[in-house]
């Protein structure tokens, strides 16, 4: 059974507590979804909205984050490859694909087709004129109260902004796939947005903060960077970090341990890292 809350309004469009200079406050972000989506909820009347009582109280969860590397058209016809994707993705309760770069959606509803025992939540196209990118989130075991768009005119591409619950924790997840040569730029406008914020925020995705493109940490100094500089989470012949989990003090706390999942093909060139959290702590 596969739920889609945007569609059966199960999302709240209001904004967490983060600062309002870069929060795109429309609610478009929180309602309008792909029109493919609306297909599969005509095409699946068994479809139903989650519920606090679908969830179990759970003592930890996982949140993942995978960088497919243009999932798009191609990729959603090769089924060994959609299959593949995930067998690597099933035992997340969050697990998010970034750099999906499907323009007409036929490649996300393959994917959802395939993976019906999951939420899902698909963002708005994000990126600049010339290329744009949308995140995909499939979920379980914990209930999505609200998304938008941290809407920066510093950040090419713009974060994802999720608020979950899952046992006693309530946590806001920011998704991001920073642009190489704007790191540093895009982790400034990221920290100014969440400076003196009330929620546990797990910041996670490619942030490209690795290697040439992020020599010196000098962004969110005070947060948890749980994946070491020291650490691989590219496929290819380069040893860098680009890809992180990244807490602030209030989310510190449930933190228990990261992994990296390096059973890649070359389909990507992006392990996938994931976050072990303790969601008993409130």
Request: glycine share 4%; charged share 20%; aromatic share 10%.
């Amino acid at each position: 059974m596969m739920t889609i809350c945007l569609i059966l309004g199960c999302i709240d469009n209001r904004n967490p507590q983060f600062n309002k200079t870069y929060w795109n406050t429309s609610t478009q972000t929180t309602q309008q979804i792909n029109y493919v989506y609306r297909e599969i909820l005509r095409n699946n009347p068994v479809i139903t909205e989650t519920t606090p009582t679908d969830i179990p109280k759970t003592k930890t969860i996982t949140i993942a984050s995978w960088n497919l590397q243009r999932y798009g058209p191609a990729k959603g016809h090769n089924i060994t490859l959609i299959n593949y994707y995930i067998s690597k993705i099933k035992d997340y309760d969050i697990a998010i694909l970034l750099e999906v770069t499907d323009e007409n959606g036929d490649a996300i509803r393959t994917l959802a087709d395939h993976f019906r025992n999951r939420s899902i939540f698909v963002s708005n196209r994000v990126g600049t004129p010339g290329y744009k990118e949308q995140y995909i989130v499939f979920y379980k075991n914990v209930i999505l109260k609200r998304t938008s768009l941290m809407n920066s005119t510093d950040i090419a591409r713009y974060p994802l902004v999720m608020e979950f619950t899952s046992g006693n924790w309530t946590f806001n997840v920011i998704a991001v796939h920073l642009t190489p040569e704007k790191v540093s730029k895009e982790l400034a406008a990221i920290e100014h947005e969440t400076f003196n914020t009330s929620s546990d925020i797990v910041l996670i995705g490619d942030l490209n903060a690795g290697c040439d493109y992020y020599t010196k940490r000098k962004n969110l100094l005070n947060w948890t960077w749980t994946i070491p500089d020291t650490e691989d989470t590219t496929s290819g012949n380069t040893t860098c970090a680009y890809d992180r989990i990244v807490l602030n003090t209030l989310a510190s706390p449930n933190f228990i341990n990261y992994g990296v999942m390096r059973d890649v093909t070359t389909e990507t060139d992006h392990y996938l890292i994931y976050g072990v959290f303790n969601s008993s702590i409130q």
